[in-house]
């Protein structure tokens, strides 16, 4: 019995998590540290990438080094 209590209050938890990193993913921009290039990473790559608030260590799809992508939530064009 305890240990469907547990199940049953996680489940909500992780809907909840899975919910905010895609309203993180897709709210604004990461900017690269490197080349300065704005774009959208995957789901993926924000669910494993170490954060520091909203500082991603992500790969930059332009000049594919990793960095520490800060988040930008106006201007750029995915496509820069």
Known sequence: YRLLL???G?????????YCLRIEQTAGYYECEK?????IPTFKS???????????YLKCPKC???SWNKKVLSG?????
């Not at 924000?46 to 991603?56: D, F």
């Open 6 to 8: 547990i199940v049953v």
């Open 10 to 18: 996680f489940i909500p938890f992780i809907i909840g998590i899975t």
């Open 35 to 39: 080349c300065h290039h704005k774009y």
């Open 46 to 56: 924000v669910l494993w990438a170490m954060h520091i608030n909203r500082t991603r």
């Open 64 to 66: 594919e080094k990793k």
């Open 76 to 80: 750029g064009n995915e496509n820069d």
